[in-house]
C-alpha cells in the first residue's frame, strides 16, 4: 500500500472507533485479525474486535482517540495520540467511579496484500489512565 493509502486508512480507523462504528468489520478486517493487546479468550477476526470495544464502550461510553502522527512502513503503520474517556461502567475488575482518563498511546496496525487489517498491537500508559482514573495511588510529589 502507498503511504497516504496507508494515512488514510488510519484516519478511517479512528474515525470509526470514535464513532463506535462496527459497520465496515466484516469487509475491512480479515477473519485471521489478531488484536494482541485484547483480553485472554479474544475471538479473532472481526468478531474479536467488535468484542473489545464492545467492552471499552461500555466501560468508557465517550471514549475517542485523537491522532498525534501517523508513521507509515510498507504495510504497517503506527499512529501516536491520545485515548481520553470518562469511566462510567465496569473495566476489568475495577469498578466505575466517573473520573475521566487522558493518554498518550502508540497504536501499530498491520495489512495484508487486500487491505485488510491482519494485526493490532498497542503500547498505552495504563499506569497513568488508572492513577487518573482513581484506581491507582499517584506518583510520589
Known amino acids: 500500500m502507498e503511504p497516504e493509502d496507508l494515512r ?5 480507523i479512528w474515525e470509526a472507533f470514535n464513532a463506535h462504528d462496527f459497520s465496515g468489520f466484516d ?6 485479525f489478531v488484536n494482541h493487546n485484547a483480553a485472554p479468550g479474544t475471538a479473532i477476526g472481526p468478531e474479536g474486535q467488535r468484542q473489545v470495544q464492545e467492552r471499552l464502550y461500555a466501560a468508557f461510553p ?8 501517523v508513521f507509515t512502513s510498507e504495510n504497517r503503520i503506527a499512529v501516536l495520540g491520545w485515548m481520553n ?8 475488575p475495577f469498578p466505575p467511579k466517573g473520573q475521566s ?3 498518550r498511546q502508540i497504536h501499530t496496525f498491520s495489512f ?22 482513581g484506581h491507582m495511588p499517584g506518583p510520589p510529589q
Request: glycine share 8%; net charge negative.
Open 8 to 12: 488514510s486508512r488510519a484516519q478511517q
Open 101 to 103: 482518563f487522558r493518554v
Open 112 to 133: 495484508d496484500e487486500a487491505g485488510l487489517l491482519t494485526e493490532h498491537l498497542a503500547v498505552r500508559d495504563d499506569v497513568a489512565m488508572l492513577q487518573q482514573l
Open 62 to 69: 465517550d471514549m475517542r482517540f485523537e491522532i498525534e502522527d
Open 27 to 32: 469487509e475491512e478486517i480479515s477473519p485471521e
Open 85 to 92: 474517556g470518562t469511566q462510567e461502567g465496569q473495566f476489568g
